[in-house]
């Protein structure tokens, strides 16, 4: 199982990004996937996720401005990021659990500048 986040960069509070998880070694529609990041100094947290079902859930930190959505055929999900504020520069990775073992991409890093 192989995951692979992208589209982290610079951007200025206020900004948008998307960023994508590219997924393979799993039968995608079955499966979650959740995004998480990690600030600089702190623990990493939970952001969002999303079922195979298209069931979405959020950190309340989050709700109403980042959205998380998935494309099963191209076996992708994404992390839309709006109104972007400095408190959500961080690492942000996605993750997934297949049997009972986590699995999660190396990490995209998201920096947003005031």
């Known amino acids: 199982v192989q995951l692979q986040a992208s589209g982290g960069g610079l951007v200025q509070a206020g900004g948008s990004l998307r960023l994508s998880c590219a997924v393979s070694g799993i039968t995608f529609v079955n499966y979650d996937v959740a995004w998480h990041r990690q600030a600089p100094g702190k623990q990493r947290e939970f952001v969002a996720r999303?079922?195979?079902?298209?069931?979405?859930n959020y950190a309340d930190s989050v709700k109403g401005r980042l959205i998380v959505s998935r494309a099963n055929a191209k076996n992708t999900a994404y992390l839309q990021m709006n109104s972007l504020k400095s408190q959500d520069t961080a690492v942000y990775y996605c993750?997934?659990?297949?049997?009972?073992?986590?699995?999660w991409g190396q990490g995209t890093l998201v920096t947003v500048s005031s």
């Open positions: 999303i079922s195979g079902a298209f069931a979405e």
């Open positions: 993750q997934t659990i297949w049997g009972s073992t986590e699995y």
